[in-house]
C-alpha cells in the first residue's frame, strides 16, 4: 500500500489532535477535548526543530570540553571528562559500565544530533529511508534521548555520596550543567518534530 | 491490526457534521484517519500505519491507575527522606539520601542543575501522578470532573518524558560501579522505595489508557454543558 491509498485527517480535509486523537473541522482552533492547539500541520514545526538542535548543540560542546567530576583526595586531585570518564572506567576493566556511560553520553547524543537533521532535512525526500524507517527513526529518537540524562545523575550521586572533608570529595563540574542542557534541549528538538508531515504526499 | 477500528474511507464533506466527527480519530503520529469502533478491555487499537497504539482499554481501569498512582507517591515520599545510600571507605561513614543527592548541586554556579535533577527525579514524578489522581480520582464512581481536569490530564501527558526516576535508577547503579573500588556501598530503606517506584511507575502507565480517560471526560463535559443549556433556557 502506498502512503497515499491511507486517509488521512489532512486528505479529508479536517484536522487531527496530536494530543488526544479528535478530529475537527478545518478553522478550529483549540482541541474541545483536551484543550490543545490544532494544526493541520504547523508550517513553524521544523523552525522550532532547528532552534532547539543548534541550541543543543552549543551547549554540547562545553559538555565535552570542561569536567563533569572534580575529584580531589589525599594523594589524587584530577577533573575528568566525559571522555575521560569512560577511558577511566575502561582501564578499571568494568566494560560494560563503560559501555553504558559510552552509549548514553557519546553515542546517544551524537546520533540524535544526526538523526534529527537527517529527518528535518529529508522530511519530504524519502530516497534514502522510506516513511516507515523514518517514522520509525523519529520514535526511537523520542524513545532514547532521555537516557543520555544517565550520566548527570551518576555526578549527583557521586558528588553527594563522597563527601569525607579532609580525605576525599567530589564536585560536579561545569559540564554536568551544560550537558544537561543539551540533552533537555534535542529532547524538545525531537518533540517539535511533526511526524506527520513524514507521509505527506 | 485491529478489528475494532476501521479505516475511514470516504473523505467527509468539508463542512462535516459534529456527530459524525465525534466517531473519527486521527493517529496522532501519522494523521491516518479512523471510525471507532467499541474495543473490548485488553483489546488494542493499532494504527495499521505506523504501529502506535490508539486505544487500549483495561477493565476497572481508573481505580486501578488511582491505586498505582497513590502507591507511587507513597513510595516517592519513602524514597526521598530516607537514607538511600551508605558509603563507608577507611574507617568513615558517608550517607545520602536522594534529597542529598538534588542538594549536591546547591552551591554556586551549580544552583540550576541542583533544581534540575529535583525536578526531573522528584518534582515532575511526583506533580504528573498528582494531576492524574486530580483527573480520575473524582470520575472513579462517575461523579462529575473536577475543573480543568482535561488541562490537568493533558499536562500530565506532556510531562511524561520528563519524568525520569528510572533513568536515575541506572545512574545509581553506575555510580555504584564507580565507587566500588574506594568504598563499600549498602543500599538504604529509600533505595527499595525507589526500586519498588519504578516498577508501580511501569505497571501505571501500562494500565493508562489515554482514549478511556479522554472520551470520560468528554462525556461529563457534554452533559454539564447540556444542562447549563437546559438551565439557561428555563431562565
Ligand atoms: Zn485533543
Ligand atoms: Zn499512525
Known amino acids: 500500500m502506498t502512503p497515499a491509498a491511507v486517509p488521512t485527517a489532512r486528505t479529508a480535509g479536517l484536522i487531527g489532535c496530536t494530543r488526544c486523537g479528535r478530529v475537527f473541522a478545518p478553522g478550529t482552533e483549540l482541541c474541545t477535548r483536551c484543550g490543545a492547539p490544532l494544526s493541520s500541520r504547523d508550517p513553524r514545526a521544523l523552525q522550532r526543530v532547528w532552534a532547539w538542535w543548534f541550541a543543543g548543540l552549543v551547549v554540547y560542546i562545553p559538555a565535552n570540553i570542561y569536567p563533569m567530576l572534580i575529584t580531589r583526595t589525599l594523594t589524587y586531585s584530577g577533573e575528568g571528562t566525559i571522555l575521560g570518564g569512560v577511558v577511566e572506567l575502561l582501564g578499571h576493566g568494568d566494560y560494560f559500565v563503560a559501555f553504558v556511560i559510552f552509549f548514553a553520553s557519546i553515542l546517544i547524543p551524537v546520533g540524535k544530533f544526526m538523526a534529527i537533521a537527517f529527518l528535518a532535512l529529508s522530511i519530504r525526500n524519502h530516497r534514502f529511508l522510506d516513511e516507515h524507517a523514518q517514522h520509525r527513526l523519529h520514535a526511537v529518537v523520542e524513545f532514547i534521548g532521555r537516557w543520555s540524562m544517565i550520566d548527570v545523575f551518576v555526578v549527583a550521586i557521586l558528588a553527594s555520596l563522597v563527601r569525607f572533608d579532609a580525605v576525599a570529595t567530589i564536585n560536579p563540574g561545569i559540564a554536568a550543567i551544560s550537558f544537561a542542557l543539551s540533552v533537555a534541549f534535542t529532547m524538545l528538538s525531537a518533540q517539535s518534530f511533526d511526524p506527520r508531515a513524514i507521509w505527506d504526499e | ?235
Open chain 2, 1 to 235: 491490526m485491529s478489528a475494532h477500528i476501521h479505516q475511514q474511507q470516504r473523505p467527509s464533506a468539508p463542512r462535516p457534521d459534529p456527530a459524525a466527527l465525534e466517531r473519527l480519530r486521527a493517529c496522532p503520529h501519522c494523521d491516518a484517519l479512523y471510525q471507532i469502533a467499541p474495543v473490548a478491555p485488553r483489546e488494542r487499537a493499532i494504527c495499521t500505519r505506523c504501529g502506535a497504539v490508539l486505544i487500549a482499554p483495561r477493565a476497572r481501569a481508573f481505580s486501578r491507575i488511582i491505586a498505582l498512582a497513590v502507591t507511587a507517591l507513597i513510595l516517592m515520599a519513602a524514597a526521598i527522606f530516607m537514607p538511600f545510600l551508605d558509603l563507608s571507605a577507611s574507617g568513615m561513614h558517608s550517607r545520602a539520601s536522594v534529597l542529598d543527592a538534588v542538594l549536591a548541586f546547591s552551591d554556586g554556579m551549580m544552583l540550576p542543575l541542583s533544581v534540575a535533577v529535583g525536578a526531573l527525579i522528584v518534582v515532575i514524578p511526583a506533580l504528573r501522578l498528582s494531576l492524574i489522581v486530580y483527573t480520575l480520582a473524582p470520575m472513579m464512581r462517575g461523579g462529575p470532573a473536577l475543573p480543568r481536569a482535561a488541562q490537568a490530564f493533558r499536562l500530565a501527558d506532556a510531562l511524561k518524558p520528563w519524568a525520569m526516576a528510572e533513568i536515575f535508577l541506572i545512574g545509581v547503579a553506575v555510580a555504584l560501579v564507580k565507587v566500588a573500588g574506594i568504598a563499600t556501598v549498602t543500599p538504604g530503606p529509600a533505595f527499595w522505595a525507589f526500586c519498588g517506584l519504578v516498577v508501580v511507575t511501569v505497571l501505571h502507565d501500562d494500565v493508562m489508557d489515554a482514549e478511556s480517560v479522554w472520551q470520560a471526560i468528554e462525556r461529563r463535559e457534554t452533559a454539564r454543558r447540556s444542562a447549563a443549556d437546559a438551565a439557561a433556557s428555563r431562565a
